[in-house]
């Protein structure tokens, strides 16, 4: 596997998803007027999760970057799994080219999901403004397209660069996220009814 992609694919992948998420951001606020970032404040779950998922993607998008730029010194310092490594390296790295394809199909999941949402889209649990239902798109076919996504990309980054620091991020970011489709999937149910339970059962939660 090239170096170069290796080194660099995942930060643009990264780069490519933030950019596009505070675009959104943005734009929703300038034309709705509604802030998209929905996570609570003080010491419940959902404010916690809220606090996590800022502080992993900062950590994420440090480490990525500084990967891109020190490579293999980084790896070292972030606690360099041999096993996996030797692992993902073999057969000319074909592990690490399905990892970067699951990281790109990861990260086009997120854009897309974002875009199918449109006006409904949050980031947290919106629990001042109803939102539609959204069942189209992606969504036909995965209650949670966005954090499908994410989870790709966590898995992906850790196959790609096996550390003790990725494998903490992968695993708190699965565990996170996990916790946050149920807090959802209730405010979806107290407000949707009938409709949200037949798509419930309809459509799988991570992927049909």
Partial sequence: MHEALLRWFPLVCLFGFVATTLWRLWWLRRHTGVNAMTFET??????????????????????????????????????????????????????????LSMMAAGVLAMIAGQQNMGLSWRIGVDRERPTDLVTRGLFRYSRNPIFTGVGAYFIALFLVSPTALTLGIMYAGLVGMAVQVRLEEEHLGRLHGAAYEDYRRRVRRWVE
């Fill in 42 to 99: 003080g010491d419940g779950a959902h404010a916690f999760l809220g606090r996590m998922f800022k502080v992993q993607v900062g950590l994420t998008a440090l480490y990525v970057a500084a990967r891109a730029i020190w490579w293999q010194d980084v790896d070292g310092v972030a606690g360099r799994i041999a096993s996996v490594s030797a692992l993902t390296q073999a057969g000319g790295g074909l592990l690490q080219g399905v990892a």
